[in-house]
């Protein structure tokens, strides 16, 4: 399978630069992480064609982003904001956008509908209006209509946004299925989606990248630096003011906090395996210190 190849992507808003001089190698399942403002929506706009490309390229094997015709034939998009008619059934509004992306055959269109509302598990609800839908069950609604047209390509923006807990579980899953045989990209500033969705992973900031690599790659940016320790609850405050606390669990009376540090910070700390939050974790506050 080939790559979306980015070379030097660079966007403007009139003096807001989204996107500096920004090369990516995207393959498989991919997931870009950033914090707010970092530039994923205008990349992911930009590579689903909805934003014209200044200066810089994008190509996929042969195909180039100057023919968007070509790339849109390839492309699914589930967008940020996706919402549709709120009073027809679900599967009558997959129906509809099935004939707008081209798949005029009756047949072989629902066919090809049926097939992705099971992949989707969706199967039960689709005589379901719009309204009557879980915020989870339209996020896979999008994710079928993205899918429509076997794209090789599908680009999800901020997926589990506004979803449970147990329902973003779900979705991940979902995408790492249908990653299998296709480039899937996902943006989003929740590490979690990322840790089982995704293989591979683009770390943007200001319009930057700060890093890009395999999942464990991300995660061995925090090598050395992520340490356990078991405190009582009033010591939690002067810890967090001196380390970087990424999470801390209640333990009958102690609590377990797991914290970003160079150095052991108490005795006790032990030195544990870094996840992908905390790689993440430690390239941004490089990335601040290194600002300042
Ligand atoms: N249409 C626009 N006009 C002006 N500035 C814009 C526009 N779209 C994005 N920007 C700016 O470009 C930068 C990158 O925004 P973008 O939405 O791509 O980031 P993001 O990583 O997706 O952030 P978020 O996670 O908050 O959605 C931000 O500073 C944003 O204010």
């Known amino acids: 399978m080939s790559s979306i190849v980015v070379k ?3 966007k403007h808003f009139k003096q807001n630069t989204a996107l500096d001089n920004i090369s990516l190698n995207i393959k498989g399942t991919y997931g870009l992480l950033g914090p707010n403002g970092a530039g994923k929506t205008t ?3 930009t590579i689903a064609t909805l934003l014209p490309i200044s200066k810089g390229q994008i190509t996929y094997g042969k195909i180039s982003w100057e023919d968007s015709k070509e790339v849109r034939r390839r492309i699914g998009y589930l967008p940020q904001h996706f919402s549709m008619y709120q009073n027809i059934k679900m599967i009558e509004c997959l129906n509809h ?3 707008l992306k081209g798949v005029i055959d009756k047949k072989h269109r629902t066919e090809e509908l049926e097939k992705i509302i099971h992949q989707v598990n969706l199967y039960d609800h689709k005589d379901k209006k719009i309204k009557q839908l879980s915020g989870g069950m339209l996020r896979r609604v999008g994710i079928a209509q993205a899918l ?3 794209p090789e390509i599908l680009i999800v923006d901020e997926p589990t946004a506004g979803l449970d807990i147990e329902e973003r579980v779900r979705f991940r899953s979902l995408l790492r299925s249908i990653g299998k045989n296709r480039i899937v990209i996902i943006s989003t500033h929740i590490v979690e989606d990322l840790e089982l969705a995704c293989d591979n ?7 930057k990248v700060l890093a890009e690599g395999k999942r464990e790659n991300i995660s061995n940016f925090a090598d050395g630096k992520i340490w356990e320790v078991q405190v009582a609850m009033d010591e939690i405050e002067s810890l967090g003011n001196n380390f970087t606390i990424i999470s801390s669990k209640q333990i009958n009376n102690n609590y377990t906090v797991r914290l970003l540090s160079d150095k052991q910070p108490l005795n006790t700390a ?3 395996e870094p996840r992908l939050e905390d790689g993440y974790l ?3 506050r490089n990335d601040e210190i290194e600002a300042s």
Do not use: D, E, H, P
């Not at 992973?201 to 319009?207: A, P, R, S, Y």
């Open 8 to 10: 030097g992507l660079t």
């Open 43 to 45: 990349l992911i706009r």
């Open 97 to 99: 956008l099935a004939i």
């Open 148 to 150: 429509i047209g076997n």
């Open 201 to 207: 992973i683009g770390v943007l900031k200001n319009g």
């Open 270 to 272: 032990n030195l544990v």
């Open 282 to 284: 430690a390239l941004i």
